[in-house]
């Protein structure tokens, strides 16, 4: 057994089944392994973004890091974008990246670089393994770093000598610790800001946006009075009829700024104070209002949903009676294919445990509302920033989900980051229906143009503009082996969402706004 070979069998013992691969000629090796051994599910892409994405996607659904296999520093270079998208999603992710042998690297070959600075910026551990021997519990402590509380990118950088050298044993994944419980002073002080009659927020992310945190967030909301307000982007909420529904915090800076004015109290459960994306001229970066108390029950890593159960016992909230739900809206007959029904129609048709991957940018930004009462259902989104997740981010879910529809809300500038995922869907059969929004621009930088002061002129504009030529979402994704159909009007969009939504397998539909 060679390095390898020990490294595939220490994941698949410890629970990673899945790799989303890359590779070069320095992890031929590795790929060889893992025809090797029985357990591990190999899933190619065409572009090293794409597998950092799905792996991404994968963690957020399965609960577990899955891991990808990337080429050298270029190739992790290729990758970091939904690697730093990963990270703010707080996912699990076991990425392993292959390295010149370790007597070569001195020769400073075409491909040498220095991985390790690369990788630190979005990996929560990174290691080089300095030999064959060591290459499985180099494993074994990367799946640990990855599980660890809140979760993160643990990346093992293989050297080719160390893959084709003689392993070691298999190793067994070191214990991972729980999370840590919140001190019991924070809980009593968020009680005592809570009882204190003054305006108050729960500002909730992570799994507090889970249906058991909201549950409880809930209980507190009914018992106090507080408002309940989720941060802008996060990696898995449950929604859906029989939930408790919550907005989140507007994207824009002047309605975030409306949403916290009058907050005295912020309580904040598994994420940051409100910060805003980017600095404006003459606007505040800190969100909430400046006499606002700030206070952190728990932290991302901490047991948030235990603070939540606490809190709610120390303030004797019950749980609250059930409130009838309202129906889902009526899938919409008449009106312009815009926002507005193109959200009416998604919470008409979403089927039951569907998996929403949203990369809508500016277009799904209403799309709350009118999907509250859907059926149950995930809805995933873009946590760093860095577009181009949402095609991989849907293949990964469908990988972790396979008797589950996934549905990609895609803007079309986003989408052509990394497009030829479309490719692994077909190749795996993955059963996901993409909506392309093509708006045919990047209307969300035509906004930031107004909002960070400047005077755009012809060149700027068309800079922004992806209509010279229009793609042809159609023929892209039939030529990736997708089926695909157009939609011009509402009536021709909510017949192509409901072949997408009965046919088995990728489906695409480009959605002309």
């Known amino acids: 057994m060679n390095g390898a070979e020990s490294l595939v069998r220490t994941l698949v013992q410890g629970g990673v089944e899945v790799s989303f691969t890359n590779p070069g000629t320095s992890e031929m090796h590795f790929v060889a392994a893992l025809d090797r051994v029985d357990g591990m599910r190999c899933v190619l892409c065409l572009f090293e973004g794409g597998a950092t994405g799905a792996a991404d996607g994968y963690a957020r659904m399965a609960n577990k890091p899955a891991s990808t296999l990337l080429h050298l520093g270029p190739g992790l270079g290729n ?19 292959g390295e010149h042998a370790t007597y070569h690297r001195a020769y400073d070959a075409p491909l040498t670089s220095d991985i390790e600075s690369i990788a630190r ?74 009882r204190s009659g003054e305006p108050a927020m729960l500002f909730l992310g992570d799994r507090a946006v889970r249906a058991d945190g909201l ?56 994420t940051t104070q409100p910060v805003a994306f980017f600095a404006y001229p003459n606007k505040p970066s800190l969100l909430a209002p400046p006499d606002c108390e700030v206070l952190v029950l728990a932290e991302p890593a901490e047991d948030q949903v235990d603070a939540l159960a606490r809190l709610a016992d120390a303030l004797g909230a019950a749980a ?7 129906p889902p809206p009526a899938v919409p007959t008449a009106g312009a294919l815009d926002g507005d029904t193109l959200a009416q129609a998604l919470g008409a048709l979403l089927p039951e445990g569907a998996i929403v991957c949203d990369e809508s940018v500016t277009t799904g930004r209403g799309f709350f509302p009118a999907t509250r009462q859907a059926p ?10 860095s577009i181009g997740l949402g095609i991989p981010l849907a293949t990964g879910a469908a990988v972790a989900c396979p008797d589950r529809k996934v549905v990609n809300l895609q803007a079309d500038g986003s989408a052509l980051y990394t497009a030829q995922t479309l490719w692994t869907q077909a ?25 960070v002061g400047a005077n755009p002129g012809r060149k700027a504009l068309d800079m922004l ?30 017949a192509a969402m409901r072949a997408g939504l009965a046919h088995r397998g990728p489906f695409l539909v480009e959605v002309l706004l």
């Open 376 to 385: 149950p259902h995930d809805w995933l989104q873009l946590t760093g920033g």
């Open 320 to 326: 609250p009676s059930v409130r009838p739900g309202s």
């Open 427 to 451: 190749r795996e059969n993955l059963d996901v229906l993409t909506l392309i929004w093509a708006n045919r621009s990047y209307a969300i930088l035509r906004a930031e143009l107004a909002h």
């Open 121 to 194: 910026p979005v990996s929560a551990w990174v290691r080089t393994s300095p030999d064959s021997r060591q290459v499985a519990a180099d494993g074994a402590e990367a799946i640990a770093a990855a599980r660890a509380a809140p979760g993160g990118v643990a990346t093992l950088i293989l050297p080719a000598d160390t893959a084709w050298g003689d392993g070691g044993p298999v190793a067994t994944v070191p214990a991972v610790a729980a999370r840590a419980k919140v001190d019991e002073a924070r809980v009593t002080e968020a009680a005592r800001v809570l």
């Open 79 to 97: 990758g970091l974008a939904n690697l730093h998208n990963a990270r703010r999603a707080r996912s699990p992710v076991v990425n392993i990246v």
């Open 215 to 270: 549950a409880l967030a809930d209980r507190i909301a009914a018992r106090t009075g507080a408002r309940m307000l989720a941060q802008v982007s996060n990696a898995r909420m449950e929604r859906g009829a029989g939930r408790v529904p919550i907005e989140r915090l507007p994207y824009p800076v002047d309605a975030a700024l409306a949403a916290l004015a009058g907050v005295r109290h912020l309580v904040v459960v598994g």
């Open 465 to 494: 503009s992806l209509d010279n030529p229009p793609v042809d979402w159609v023929s892209l994704a039939r030529g990736y082996g997708v089926e695909a159909r157009r939609a011009s009007d509402l009536g021709e969009f909510v």
